[in-house]
């Protein structure tokens, strides 16, 4: 008799994962349209508050990044599909972005223009297709997240 279990993911991770995983992309986004506004504005307030949303971003986008570490490379690389880990490298670089990019941000006043900008919309991009490749992956495979 084989005691071998198939693998499978934690239900308690994908719960987490499911919780935390978009905010980061809402904070980016909201960064990024900050950004465009200092650009409009050179408001000082845009600027700062661009900074900020950047950091919670970051805060945010660690705990489902290692989740997902976890899943893709460690306990589920049986299970794991080519698109899980596209996911996993395309956020993985966007959070590379978005730490240059709060560097970036520390700078004074106008400075922050244009890389702080250039930034702000790789990693919107980089998080987008993420989303996206996610999303193909989950509608190919019938496994709707929302009914």
Known sequence: MNSRVAPHRSTLANAIYGL??????????????FDILYVRTAGVLWNKGAAWLI?????????????NLAQVWITSRQIARSADKLDFWLNLFAIVAAIFNAFVHSRDAYA????????????????????????????????YIHE
Do not use: D, Y
């Open 112 to 143: 922050v223009v244009p890389t702080g900008v250039w930034l702000s919309v790789c990693t919107v991009i980089l998080l987008a297709i993420a989303h996206l490749v996610m999303a193909v992956q989950h509608s190919a495979a019938k496994e």
């Open 20 to 33: 935390l995983n978009p905010l980061p992309f809402g904070f980016f986004v909201a960064a990024l349209i």
């Open 55 to 67: 950091v919670f971003g970051l805060l945010l986008a660690v705990i489902p990044r290692f989740v």
